[in-house]
């Protein structure tokens, strides 16, 4: 039924283009897009498609509509049977799944396309899809407010389906199809993703994406503009006005009294305009408003270490700068990750900006017994994205409200955080003493920041640990959670363990399979969630924290065996509750614990490097769904090179946020599960009242309506019923 459903739109679509061609719409029409170079002879056409849209950096799309919607369709290869394949992404207005009455329902195939397609273009805000069966038909409308629904329309009342392929030619006013500060450029190597013209503050800048985040929610979206004068990094997303705090705030307190080296610094930021109109998508609280920002610097993901050394200092490092944050500018990360740390920074030289006096020494002038000047000290690392982060020193701030949210990634969660109440094992009543670094690692960590800082977390009171003091029985009932800098500071364990686990020295063989004690390992980091019933769920990381050192020494290579038992010693700091402590320990004593644990070891391996083949990853039983996308930060950016993408796990999305109730352009992509969908609302027949739009947003499951709006015009109105998408971005803000 695909020719015939694909010849009867094109009829209408051809009634429709003469009806405004020569007028105002028409030249909006070719404004919006801008690739038809302001002349247009034909009709938007339908035409049947063999395969998914090509110029997408997925490897695994399956997605293949029935139909899909395109200007000039002469410009593409027509196969004999007069179908079309391979159709670029950057072309494609809207698809069209059509299905036998034998056949499923077709909704959830049809949100499955505009999942993906959002992806691929982030200069379309919003896409209609159009579902066909043998009695009835649909039109579904994805937005970073999630999906709407029509009703299932009987046949014998088309003025639904006109009003779709009329909304392409003149769209309602709050339904933005096109941003036009966005246009794709298209690809010099066929199949290649297209680049991206960027219009921010009244420049244009050229660039690549780099992430693409989930199209339900945020819908991040990251570019890294090299081609125009200077390097930028822009980040946008649709985000609600209402979140307690905003990155480009954070980042501007942090940096407010000068520049501090290892945090990404802000250039600006704006509210994107499209068509002269404020870009805003849903209605009442639910309003989501694109605003893109623009940073100075970047780096590269942590799998790209060259030796396991570069990626223990880097790790050192973001621990340095993420006390620093804290204690002097009193910002808590709260979203510590493989994403949001980065190595090898390029940390970009601006004129007249100037360098925070609270800098610390990082490790490089620890390891080279010199402390350079400020101007000159820079990090071995760069923490980005602020988006989850509190600002602790504000007049507004409640921690008993603003740090009860279960924020974080859920592969690097920290335990208390995921679960939202306090943590109980034997670790938590028998305390574990503050390392004490040898002779020459001490020297050089005196002779950086000082006896005093070293004396700091020396205990003089033998029933002390670290100054804070553990309890002898269970509280009862337990003290209430609040998010702690120790919390982030086991987030960095978790994401030093994964890049660690899935490091390829250069010395031992590739393993054409994964160790089973590897994959049993990695199933457990990589299908960690956060519930949504937490009194009912069991954080099986536990387990691996009471595990012995010898088996901690199993799931490395033999070459890594002291990288192995320095996790274990680690782990070992990380298992107690310390929020039950009291008096409790200074709030930067983890951080301290680990950078002794991992100075020693550096000073210890200074000549042993431990050389890695970043172009391998040790395999681990999840390669068809690699690596980190399920627990992605939906909102990292600036990685060069980025992770595989692969299958969204369970539970909640990349960054989640619960109450406690080849190397050429390779980009990071959210999720390529396609979406589950579920239908509500009885088919409706021709003589059926039409019903308000029914806007369902992932995170808030909560439906509000709006008025149709507008003019009366043949442009779609409403929509009756509703379909809601579980996905896993469901609790993203």
């Known amino acids: 039924m695909h020719k015939p459903a694909g010849e009867a739109l094109i009829i209408i679509s051809r009634k429709f283009f003469g009806l405004i061609d020569g007028t105002r719409l028409k030249t909006k029409l070719l404004n919006r897009h801008k690739y038809l170079c302001g002349k247009l002879d034909s009709p938007l056409a339908f035409i049947e498609h063999l395969s998914p849209p090509s110029n997408f950096d997925i490897d695994n799309e399956r997605d293949a509509p029935a139909l899909v919607a395109v200007f000039n369709p002469t410009e593409f290869t027509r196969e004999k049977n007069g179908k079309y394949k391979g159709v670029p992404h950057h072309r494609v207005v809207s698809f069209v799944e059509a299905t036998s009455k034998r056949q499923g329902g077709g909704r959830a195939q049809a949100a499955s396309y505009a999942y993906r397609h959002l992806q691929a273009r982030p200069d379309h805000p919003m896409v209609y899809c159009l579902v066909i069966k043998p009695q009835w038909y649909q039109v579904l409308l994805s937005s970073p407010s999630g999906i709407v629904a029509s009703a299932q329309t009987s046949w014998d009342n088309l003025d639904l389906l006109l009003a779709y392929v009329y909304s392409h030619y003149d769209p309602r006013d709050d339904h933005f199809l096109d941003d036009d500060t966005l246009r794709w450029i298209a690809p010099a190597v066929p199949k ?11 420049k244009v800048y050229e660039g690549d994406v780099i992430f693409r985040g989930k199209p339900w929610g945020r819908r991040t979206t990251v570019f890294r503009a090299t081609k125009s004068v200077g390097q930028f990094i822009f980040k946008e997303q649709y985000r609600h006005e209402k979140r307690r705090f905003k990155e480009e705030e954070v980042l501007e307190h942090i940096h407010a009294d000068g520049d501090i080296p290892g945090v990404v610094r802000l250039k600006a930021w704006e509210n994107v305009h499209t068509g002269g109109k404020l870009l805003h998508i849903g209605s009442g609280d639910g309003i989501r408003t694109k605003r893109r920002l623009a940073f100075y610097d970047d780096g590269e993901h942590l799998r790209n270490a060259k030796s396991v050394n570069d990626l223990l200092k880097a790790i050192y490092d ?214 949504d019933k937490p009194q009912f769920y069991r954080d099986n990381r536990n387990a691996l924290l009471m595990t012995v050192d010898e088996d901690w020494v199993d799931y490395f290579f033999p070459e890594m065996r002291d990288v192995a038992l320095l996790l274990f010693d680690i782990s070992r700091h990380i298992a107690p509750e310390y929020e039950l402590w009291t008096p409790k320990p200074p709030d930067d004593h983890l951080h301290e614990a680990m950078q002794r644990l991992i100075l020693q070891y550096l000073v210890d391996h200074r000549d042993q490097p431990i050389p890695l083949d970043p172009d391998n990853l040790r395999p681990t039983g999840t390669e068809a769904r690699p690596f980190e996308d399920k627990n992605k930060t939906e909102d990292t950016v600036m990685s060069t090179q980025d992770p595989d993408n692969g299958t969204c796990g369970t539970g909640s999305g990349p960054s989640a946020q619960k109450t406690s109730s080849s190397k050429a352009k390779r980009t990071r992509t959210s999720s390529s599960k396609s979406p589950v969908v579920r239908h509500t609302g009885e088919r409706t027949s021709a003589t059926s009242k039409s019903a308000t739009l029914i806007v369902v947003d992932p995170k808030r499951k909560r439906a509000s309506t709006t008025s149709p709006g507008g003019r009366r015009s043949k442009r779609i109105k409403a929509m009756s019923d509703s379909v809601i998408i579980e996905d896993c971005e469901k609790h993203e803000d």
């Open 192 to 202: 290649a993703a297209p680049s991206w013209e960027i219009t921010f503050q009244g």
């Open 318 to 531: 973001v621990l340095e700068v993420h006390r620093t944050i804290y204690l002097r500018r009193h910002v808590l990360h709260r979203d510590m990750s493989l994403y949001n740390i980065l190595i090898y920074p390029r940390w970009a030289n601006v004129e007249g900006r100037n360098v925070s006096k609270d800098t610390p020494p990082f490790i490089k002038d620890v390891l080279d017994e010199f402390l350079r000047p400020l101007e000159d000290r820079t990090a071995d690392c760069l923490m980005i994205d602020t988006d989850n982060a509190a600002i602790l020193d504000t007049k507004n701030v409640d921690e008993d409200s603003d740090l009860l949210h279960r924020t974080g990634t859920p592969m690097y969660i920290a335990r208390s955080v995921c679960l939202g109440r306090l943590q109980r094992n034997m670790l938590s009543l028998t305390g574990v003493a503050m390392p004490t670094l040898t002779d020459e690692a001490k020297r050089l960590y005196v002779k950086a920041y000082g006896q005093h800082r070293y004396d700091q977390f020396t205990d003089k009171n033998p029933d002390t640990f670290r100054g804070g003091k553990p309890p002898k029985r269970w509280p009862n009932p337990l003290p209430p959670f609040v998010h702690r800098p120790c919390h982030d500071a086991e987030s960095i364990f978790w994401t030093m363990l994964a890049a660690l686990l899935r490091v390829q020295p250069k010395s031992a063989a590739l393993e054409p399979y994964a160790h089973p004690l590897v994959a049993e390992l990695w199933a457990t980091l990589y299908a960690h969630k956060i519930p």
